[in-house]
C-alpha cells in the first residue's frame, strides 16, 4: 500500500528550476512553517512575500543585504526556557499533557493511562516523517486509545508548492477525534494569557488545523477538533496549565486568504529572465532591483511578521504611499494612494467630485476651526459675572 497521504503533485521541471535560479541554484530552499503561512494568510495581496516564501528564499539574508535587516525574532533565553517547559510538559510520556487534555476537552472519556501510546515518528526527510506522521494517525484512530503525537510532521499545499509543518503536539482521543496542542512560554496569569499573544498562537494552530484536515478526510472516524489546547506556564512558575481555544474563525479567514494567494507559478512568469535574490551572487543594487519586480502590500503590521518588512516601509515612505500609515487609513482614503493626494484634499485642491476628497476638505475646516487661537474666539464669561436674571 502506498504512503499515506500520497505527496503532492511533482512541480514541472522548468518551475523547478525557475524557483532555483530565484534564490540561487546552490541555495537550499527556505522551508515554509506555519508561522510564515499565518503572516502570509494575514497579508494575502503581497506577491513579493508569496513569491520569496514559494521559491525558499533566505528572506533574512536576503533583508541584511538590502540594508534593512530584520530586528525581530525570539531571544536565545526565550527559545531555551521554552524548550525546557515543553520537555516538562511532554515528560513522562506525556502524562500531564494527556491529563490537561481530557480535563479541558474530553471529561466523558476514560482519563488516559499510564499506558497511553506515544508512536515514533522517525522517518527520512519531511516527506518521509509526513508519511510516518499520516501513518500513525491511521493507526492511533483505529485503536480507539489516548495517543500522543510528538512534533509530528504535516503536509499543506500553499500557493502550489508543498509545505511541511511540525506543531507541539496533536492528540488522538478515544472517540477518533483529534486535537492540536499549541505548547508556549509566556504566562497564563489568573486564568488568562496576553490577548495579541493567544491570537497569534491561535493563527498559527488554525494552520495545523488545516493541514491535519487534509488527512483526515481520507480517514473514516476521524475528525479534526476545531478547540485547540494551549498550554503555557501558570502564573510565574514554571508549572503547567492550559485553556481551550475556538480557533474556527481563524481557521475560517486563513483558509480564505491561503485560497486567494496568487500562484508562485503565475509570479514567477511574470519576472524576467536572469533575476535572482541570491545575495551571494548579486551585488546590493540588483537586489533591490530584483525585489522592486515584485510587487508588495506594506502594512505596518508586516514589521512584527516579515524579514522585508524595514525594506518595504523604506519604499512604500520614499514613494509616498498611504499604505505605510496602514491598512485602515487605506481603507478610508479610497482613490487617494498617495500622502500628497490626501493633503491636497484636505486643502481643498483635490477633485471636487470625490466624496472622500470633500470628506477631507471638510474634516480639515472643522479641524482648523478647533484649533483657532483663542483670541479670535469670543470671550468666555467670567466666572464673577453674575448669573442672568431670566
Same mark, same amino acid.
Given at each position: 500500500?502506498?504512503?499515506?497521504?500520497?505527496?503532492?503533485?511533482? /512541480?514541472? @521541471?522548468?518551475?523547478? /528550476?525557475?524557483?532555483?535560479?530565484?534564490?540561487?541554484?546552490?541555495?537550499?530552499?527556505?522551508?515554509?512553517?506555519?508561522?510564515? !503561512?499565518?503572516? !502570509?494568510?494575514?497579508?494575502?495581496?503581497?506577491? #513579493?512575500?508569496?513569491?520569496?516564501?514559494?521559491?525558499?528564499?533566505?528572506?533574512?539574508?536576503?533583508?541584511?543585504?538590502?540594508?534593512?535587516?530584520?530586528?525581530?525574532?525570539?531571544?536565545?533565553?526565550?527559545?531555551?526556557?521554552?524548550?525546557?517547559?515543553?520537555?516538562?510538559?511532554?515528560?513522562?510520556?506525556?502524562?500531564?499533557?494527556?491529563?490537561? *487534555? %481530557?480535563?479541558?476537552?474530553?471529561?466523558?472519556?476514560?482519563?488516559?493511562?499510564?499506558?497511553?501510546?506515544?508512536?515514533?515518528?522517525?522517518?527520512?526527510?519531511?516527506?518521509?516523517?509526513?508519511? #510516518?506522521?499520516?501513518?500513525?494517525? #491511521?493507526?492511533?484512530?483505529?485503536?480507539?486509545?489516548?495517543? !500522543? $503525537?510528538?512534533?509530528?510532521? $504535516?503536509?499543506?499545499?500553499?500557493?502550489?508548492?508543498?509545505?511541511?509543518?511540525?506543531?507541539?503536539?496533536?492528540?488522538?482521543?478515544?472517540?477518533?477525534?483529534?486535537?492540536?496542542?499549541?505548547?508556549?512560554?509566556?504566562?497564563?496569569?489568573?486564568? &488568562?494569557?496576553?490577548?495579541?499573544?493567544?491570537?497569534?498562537?491561535?493563527?498559527?494552530?488554525?494552520?495545523?488545523?488545516?493541514?491535519?484536515?487534509?488527512?483526515?478526510?481520507? !480517514?473514516?472516524?476521524?475528525?479534526?477538533?476545531?478547540?485547540?489546547?494551549?498550554?503555557?506556564?501558570?502564573?510565574?512558575?514554571?508549572?503547567?496549565?492550559?485553556?481551550?481555544?475556538?480557533?474556527?474563525?481563524?481557521?475560517?479567514? @486563513?483558509? #480564505? /486568504?491561503?485560497?486567494?494567494?496568487?500562484?508562485?507559478?503565475?509570479?514567477?512568469?511574470?519576472?524576467?529572465?536572469?533575476?535572482?535574490?541570491?545575495?551571494?551572487?548579486?551585488?546590493?543594487?540588483?537586489?533591490?532591483?530584483? *525585489?522592486? &519586480?515584485?510587487?508588495?502590500?506594506? &502594512?505596518?503590521?508586516?514589521?512584527?511578521?516579515?524579514?522585508?518588512?524595514?525594506?518595504?516601509?523604506?519604499?512604500?515612505?520614499?514613494?509616498?504611499? *498611504?499604505?505605510?500609515?496602514?491598512?485602515? *487609513?487605506?481603507?478610508?482614503?479610497?482613490?487617494?494612494?498617495?500622502?500628497?493626494?490626501?493633503?491636497?484634499?484636505?486643502?481643498?485642491?483635490?477633485?471636487?467630485?470625490?466624496?472622500?476628497?470633500?470628506?477631507?476638505?471638510?474634516?480639515?475646516?472643522?479641524?482648523?476651526?478647533?484649533?483657532?487661537?483663542?483670541?479670535?474666539?469670543?470671550? %468666555?464669561?467670567?466666572?464673577?459675572?453674575?448669573?442672568?436674571?431670566?
Amino acid at each position: 500500500m502506498s504512503s499515506y497521504p500520497p505527496s503532492s503533485p511533482a /512541480q514541472p @521541471t522548468s518551475l523547478r /528550476q525557475r524557483l532555483a535560479g530565484l534564490r540561487g541554484p546552490a541555495v537550499p530552499p527556505r522551508p515554509l512553517d506555519a508561522r510564515a !503561512l499565518a503572516a !502570509l494568510a494575514a497579508n494575502p495581496g503581497c506577491g #513579493r512575500r508569496a513569491l520569496l516564501d514559494g521559491a525558499g528564499v533566505d528572506k533574512t539574508a536576503l533583508a541584511t543585504a538590502l540594508g534593512s535587516p530584520a530586528a525581530f525574532g525570539q531571544s536565545q533565553f526565550a527559545i531555551v526556557r521554552g524548550n525546557s517547559f515543553e520537555a516538562k510538559v511532554k515528560g513522562d510520556g506525556g502524562a500531564e499533557l494527556l491529563r490537561l *487534555v %481530557h480535563a479541558h476537552l474530553d471529561t466523558a472519556a476514560e482519563p488516559p493511562g499510564a499506558g497511553a501510546r506515544v508512536p515514533d515518528l522517525t522517518a527520512a526527510g519531511p516527506e518521509g516523517r509526513a508519511a #510516518r506522521t499520516a501513518l500513525a494517525l #491511521r493507526e492511533a484512530t483505529s485503536a480507539k486509545d489516548w495517543t !500522543l $503525537l510528538d512534533h509530528p510532521m $504535516l503536509a499543506l499545499e500553499v500557493a502550489g508548492s508543498p509545505a511541511y509543518l511540525e506543531p507541539d503536539a496533536v492528540v488522538v482521543h478515544p472517540d477518533g477525534r483529534w486535537t492540536v496542542v499549541e505548547i508556549k512560554s509566556f504566562p497564563m496569569i489568573d486564568g &488568562a494569557a496576553d490577548a495579541a499573544k493567544v491570537g497569534a498562537a491561535a493563527r498559527q494552530a488554525a494552520v495545523y488545523v488545516l493541514a491535519l484536515e487534509r488527512t483526515a478526510g481520507k !480517514l473514516p472516524g476521524a475528525e479534526v477538533g476545531h478547540t485547540v489546547l494551549l498550554v503555557c506556564p501558570k502564573d510565574f512558575s514554571n508549572l503547567p496549565t492550559a485553556a481551550p481555544v475556538d480557533i474556527r474563525r481563524e481557521r475560517s479567514v @486563513t483558509r #480564505r /486568504q491561503l485560497d486567494r494567494l496568487t500562484r508562485v507559478e503565475e509570479l514567477a512568469a511574470a519576472l524576467p529572465e536572469g533575476l535572482s535574490f541570491d545575495p551571494a551572487t548579486r551585488t546590493a543594487e540588483e537586489l533591490v532591483e530584483a *525585489v522592486s &519586480a515584485v510587487d508588495a502590500a506594506y &502594512a505596518p503590521e508586516c514589521l512584527a511578521a516579515c524579514e522585508l518588512a524595514f525594506h518595504c516601509r523604506d519604499r512604500a515612505r520614499s514613494a509616498d504611499q *498611504v499604505t505605510a500609515l496602514g491598512r485602515s *487609513v487605506r481603507g478610508e482614503l479610497g482613490a487617494l494612494t498617495t500622502v500628497e493626494a490626501a493633503l491636497a484634499a484636505a486643502a481643498g485642491t483635490g477633485c471636487a467630485e470625490d466624496p472622500t476628497a470633500a470628506a477631507l476638505h471638510r474634516a480639515a475646516r472643522l479641524r482648523a476651526e478647533a484649533l483657532e487661537p483663542a483670541a479670535v474666539r469670543p470671550p %468666555h464669561p467670567s466666572p464673577e459675572t453674575p448669573a442672568c436674571p431670566c
